[in-house]
């Protein structure tokens, strides 16, 4: 079993950056983050190979947002720029044992709590 552990999430202001961490208790594969706002399905943002530290990103954040690992700390970051304000949800980091840079949030089995990401104009 592992467990995710997730950074605070914050307000900020449309233009503005933001980094969530994820640190992960076991052995993971790969790492992703997935974000839902209300009334809407969730949607992968960005996913890491822990080993090879190949990614994949939704075209909504590309250019935009860069997803990292610091594999010492078993740690991933997603680091937001430019934020807008469709980018206002909650944000999962999720762990998956044996695939790799997918962004089906079906397929992950573990996922931590959630934090909140609130865009304003």
């Known amino acids: 079993q592992v467990q995710l552990v997730e950074s605070s999430g914050d ?3 449309a233009g503005g950056s933001l980094r969530l961490s994820c ?3 076991g ?3 790969s790492m992703g983050w997935f974000r839902q706002a209300p009334g809407k399905e969730r949607e992968g943002v960005a996913s890491i190979c822990t080993g090879s530290g190949s990614t994949s990103y939704a075209d909504s954040v590309k250019g935009r947002f860069t997803i990292s690992k610091d594999s010492a700390k078993n740690t ?3 680091q937001m720029y430019n934020l807008k304000t469709e980018d206002t ?3 999962y980091c999720a ?3 044996l695939y790799c840079t997918v962004l089906s949030a079906a397929i992950f ?5 959630g934090t909140q ?3 304003s104009s």
């Open 109 to 113: 089995p573990y996922w931590g709590q």
């Open 27 to 29: 052995y993971t594969y």
């Open 117 to 119: 990401v609130t865009v």
């Open 95 to 97: 762990a998956h044992y």
């Open 11 to 13: 307000s900020v202001q």
């Open 23 to 25: 640190r992960a208790s």
């Open 76 to 78: 991933v970051y997603l």
């Open 89 to 91: 949800a909650m944000y």
